[in-house]
């Protein structure tokens, strides 16, 4: 999706996409400094909305494998009480559809709002 904005930046806006680096109102001396720091920071967005994603992911799959295995071995010894941790995991499964639903309503939103910059570069 990033290269698609990008180009779609370029074919709408022409050279002037390079805009959405330059912020209005801003020392024409310290231009160099924030252009590099903008454009870095154009870059990195991508990669912190996939990290976030994929933390996200990652830390509910960990914890929906730590309960289970602790049912499985529950299951081995007490058997009767098993019930319990059970109902926990399946709450846990309830949160996670939650997390899940959040993190894609967050992904689709920071993607409007880049598609967004894609069409309007100025600030």
Not at 8 to 19: A, D, H, Q, T
Request: charge should be neutral; aromatic fraction near 16%.
């Amino acid at each position: 999706m990033y290269i698609a904005f990008v180009i779609i930046g370029f074919k709408e806006n022409g050279l002037s996409f390079l805009n959405l680096f330059v912020p209005k109102g801003g020392p024409k001396w310290l231009f160099p400094i924030i252009v590099m720091i903008e454009f870095v920071s154009y870059l990195l967005r991508t990669f912190s909305l996939s990290i976030r994603l994929f933390a996200n992911i990652m830390a509910g799959h960990t914890l929906l494998h730590i309960l289970s295995s602790f049912v499985s071995s529950f299951l081995q010894i007490y058997p009767i009480l098993a019930f319990l941790p059970s109902m926990l995991v399946l709450a846990v499964i309830g949160l996670e559809l939650g997390v899940a639903f959040l993190q894609a309503y967050v992904f689709v939103i920071l993607l409007c709002i880049y598609l967004n910059d894609s069409f309007h570069p100025s600030h």
